[in-house]
């Protein structure tokens, strides 16, 4: 099964990873795909939801409701955090989400390939496929970039800073994971979607970029600046 996917994971991946740098380079790329993004992702999410009060019986309508509204907002929010980011003039902003981006991409490297490799413990109940082993991957593939991108992002003076953001962005990418893996369990399906070969739904993709980007953001500003 392993062999079968990891062609098309790669194909879909390098595709991604072209997006984003078109994404970065034109202004009118980055708002049409942010407004995809944001919509499409909405529409898995919703469906997610839409499972899990069927497969529970739950008809608390006006709670649905909220949650989706709820879901709605914040992928508004986050788009928009999005495009502020990218379309900043100053280029060490720029290096710094681009750092962003990176552990997240780098971090969800890690934790496949080390779990994969590795095996061993699972990681928790919430999602059967996460290992201990792909969660200390992920820590250890994002912190392989931190001595690369040290010497561009001249406000860490001290590289401990950027070590301790890196971890931050790292375990909060790996806590989106695993709650949209929660939601995926309440709901009995493997994936968000089909959108993406060899990833499943675009949500799948981005759940981890939803929580680390903005709190990778606040960190940076709050804590580092």
């Known amino acids: 099964m392993i062999n079968k996917n990891l062609p098309k994971r790669i194909i879909t991946s390098l595709f991604l990873i072209t997006l984003l740098y078109l994404m970065f380079s034109f202004t009118y790329i980055l708002i049409i795909s942010?407004?995809?993004?944001?919509?499409?992702?909405?529409?898995?999410?919703?469906?997610?939801?839409?499972?899990?009060?069927?497969?529970?019986?739950?008809?608390?309508?006006?709670?649905?409701?909220?949650?989706?509204?709820?879901?709605?907002?914040?992928?508004?929010?986050?788009?928009?955090?999005?495009?502020?980011?990218?379309?900043?003039?100053?280029?060490?902003?720029?290096?710094?989400?681009?750092?962003?981006?990176?552990?997240?991409?780098?971090?969800?490297?890690?934790?496949?390939?080390?779990?994969?490799?590795?095996?061993?413990?699972?990681?928790?109940?919430?999602?059967?496929n996460k290992t201990i082993s792909g969660s200390i991957g992920s820590f250890i593939l994002s912190l392989i970039l931190v001595p690369f991108f040290y010497y561009f992002i001249k406000q860490f003076n001290n590289p401990l800073d950027l070590v301790i953001l890196t971890i931050i962005v790292s375990l909060s990418c790996q806590l989106g994971d695993l709650f949209i893996s929660y939601l995926k369990r309440?709901?009995?399906?493997?994936?968000?979607?089909?959108?993406?070969?060899?990833?499943?739904?675009?949500?799948?993709?981005?759940?981890?970029?939803?929580f680390a980007i903005p709190i990778g953001i606040f960190t940076w500003n709050f804590l580092f600046y």
Not at 37 to 47: L, M, N, Q, R, T
Not at 187 to 205: E, M, N, S
């Open 34 to 128: 942010l407004i995809i993004i944001s919509i499409v992702s909405w529409i898995e999410f919703h469906g997610l939801i839409l499972k899990i009060f069927t497969k529970n019986k739950f008809k608390t309508n006006f709670l649905k409701q909220f949650i989706k509204a709820l879901s709605l907002i914040y992928l508004t929010l986050f788009s928009a955090i999005i495009f502020i980011g990218i379309t900043q003039v100053e280029l060490n902003f720029k290096i710094n989400m681009i750092y962003l981006f990176f552990i997240c991409i780098v971090s969800d490297i890690g934790g496949f390939s080390f779990g994969k490799f590795f095996k061993g413990k699972k990681l928790t109940r919430i999602s059967p």
């Open 186 to 210: 309440k709901a009995k399906v493997k994936d968000t979607g089909d959108l993406l070969p060899g990833h499943g739904g675009l949500l799948d993709r981005i759940d981890g970029m939803l």
